[in-house]
């Protein structure tokens, strides 16, 4: 008999379905809602016909309706807003899967972090412009591969002491490094020496002369970098080096050299007189 006919007998809809009416005998003579409160399933509704538009219009939840088989792909047909998909446990991978853009998750909430795990290149996560993306998803390393510049991480936040493993000193100066941050990073005054930085720029920072002494440049280097004759004769420099390096006689006069020492320091008669010493 129809159901319409045994439910027009005073057989009410828990009676039906007690006798064994199936959601697809019962869903076109009752209500989504009718036929959920006798106690039918999101899985039985499914598969009796209801459509996911009916489910969802009736208060059946994405989770709920995700736990009973349906794909990502039917929510996302439907217009489910991509938060909500977030909120029930997809990830970046089965969204990508499905065809969804990388800045589409970013708006959603996906973090670079995830959007990385999802697979998306450095290139799509860049484009979504979430703030630190750079540091929080990717390798100083993962970035030069794809093509990242030093400018470019140095633009993006990486601090100097993180690049510097990553570029050579030239690289950096060619970045505008200076000398103050680059020393700060850790490198050595012998390193900088190698690197093109003269006497003079460290003569700007008061850096002391022992220093730069072992760092390799010479008396003539610092007299060109304007270093005081007393500052190289405290740093353990001779008279002779001081000579060698084009230290008149008045400058090591002035640096407290006697005449004797300057005579043993192998000075010319000629440049002691020159020099205010007869």
């Known amino acids: 008999f129809p159901v319409k006919r045994i439910h027009g007998l005073g057989f009410s809809l ?25 106690g039918f399933t999101t899985d039985e509704l499914m598969r009796g016909g209801c459509s996911l538009k009916e489910l969802m219009a009736e208060g059946c939840t994405i989770r709920e309706l995700k736990a009973n088989g349906v794909t990502i792909d039917k929510f996302l047909a439907l217009g489910i807003d991509l938060t909500q998909l977030k909120d029930v ?25 995830d959007l990385k795990q999802g697979g998306f290149s450095v290139w799509e996560v860049k484009a979504c412009g979430l703030p630190g993306w750079a540091k929080l998803a990717f390798t100083i390393a993962e970035l030069r591969q794809s093509g990242f510049s030093l400018a470019e991480l140095k633009a993006e936040g990486f601090e100097l002491a993180e690049l ?18 680059l020393r700060k990073a850790g490198f050595s ?31 003539a280097d610092l007299r060109e970098g304007k270093y005081e004759a007393s500052a190289l004769r405290q740093a353990g420099f001779t008279a002779a080096g001081l000579r060698g390096g084009g230290y008149g006689v008045s400058a090591m006069r002035n ?15 000629s440049e002691l007189v020159a020099g205010g010493c007869a």
């Open 255 to 269: 640096a407290g050299y006697l005449a004797v020492q300057l005579r043993e320091g192998g000075y010319k008669a």
């Open 189 to 219: 005054a012998h390193a900088l020496k190698q690197g093109g930085f003269v006497a003079l720029d460290f003569y700007l920072l008061d850096t002391p002369v022992e220093e730069l002494r072992k760092a390799g440049f010479t008396a």
């Open 89 to 113: 446990g997809y990830d970046s991978k089965e969204l990508r899967a499905a065809g969804v853009e990388a800045q589409a998750l970013g708006r959603a909430g996906f973090s670079p972090q």
């Open 14 to 38: 828990k009676e039906l379905k007690a006798g064994g009416c199936t959601v697809r005998d019962l869903k076109d003579s009752f209500s989504m809602n009718e036929l959920k409160e006798v």
């Open 164 to 181: 510097k493993g990553q570029f050579s000193l030239a690289n950096l100066r060619a970045a505008n490094y200076t000398l103050p941050e």
